[in-house]
Structure formats: structure tokens, C-alpha cells
């Protein structure tokens, strides 16, 4: 059995920085591609970051990539996500995946996280 447990999720004043971790367990996720996906409320869910195996190659949507990291420690099996400069309209639900490769499609995922909030407000 597989499972992905995100964490760090919470209230942030805009401006302020938050990190997600995301721990897997159940098996070796080395070789998976490792995702980060928002969904805000009345929104479909949306691609935000995804990294590599071996963590050398990431790809982070526009909206974010001057201010958001992704990273990875296979030797803890967890994806982290380090969100600076934080907006309000960077409030979701954020999930994490593990999947067969790197990619921005959920598709190319095969297991997810349950969600952990993060909302940006003063």
C-alpha cells in the first residue's frame, strides 16, 4: 500500500513564506517523479511543480517560479515545497503526487496526497 502524507499546510499573512513536506511510504519512490498540484475553492485543481528522480531537473508553472522551490530527499522519500512571497490568490488546497515520471499532467500520476491548506490572508 502507498501513501503520500503532506504536511506544513497553514495561515500566512501575505508576503510570508510556508513549506509543505510530503512523506511517502509504503515503498521506494527514488524513481518516481514527485508533483505539487492547488486547488482553489470553485477551481479545477492545477499543476504547480513536479521534480525528477534524482532532483536535478524541476519545472514550476509560471505564477510561481520566481518564488516557490521544489525538492527532494529520496533518502527520506519526501518532496518538499518552499513558498515565498506568498499571495492571496495562491490559497488552496495543495496536494502532493508520485508517478511514473515528470510531468505537469495529473494523469502521469498514480498516487496522491490527501491535501493540506494553505491560505494566504491578512
Known amino acids: 500500500q502507498v501513501q503520500l502524507v503532506e504536511s506544513g499546510g497553514g495561515l500566512v499573512q501575505p508576503g510570508g513564506s510556508l513549506r509543505l513536506s510530503c512523506a511517502a511510504s509504503?515503498?521506494?519512490?527514488?524513481?518516481?517523479?514527485r508533483g505539487w498540484f492547488r486547488q482553489a475553492p470553485g477551481k479545477e485543481r492545477e499543476f504547480v511543480a513536479t521534480?525528477?528522480?534524482?532532483?536535478?531537473?524541476?519545472y514550476l508553472v509560471d505564477s510561481v517560479k520566481d518564488r516557490f522551490t521544489i525538492s527532494r530527499d529520496n533518502a527520506k522519500n519526501t518532496v518538499y515545497l518552499e513558498m515565498n512571497s506568498l499571495k492571496p490568490e495562491d490559497t488552496a488546497v495543495y496536494y502532493c503526487?508520485?508517478?511514473?515520471?515528470?510531468?505537469?499532467?495529473?494523469?502521469?500520476?498514480?498516487?496522491w496526497g490527501q491535501g493540506t491548506q494553505v491560505t494566504v490572508s491578512s
Open positions: 509504503g515503498r521506494t519512490f527514488s524513481f518516481y517523479g
Open positions: 521534480i525528477n528522480w534524482g532532483g536535478g531537473r524541476t
Open positions: 503526487a508520485a508517478g511514473r515520471k515528470t510531468s505537469s499532467s495529473s494523469y502521469d500520476y498514480d498516487y
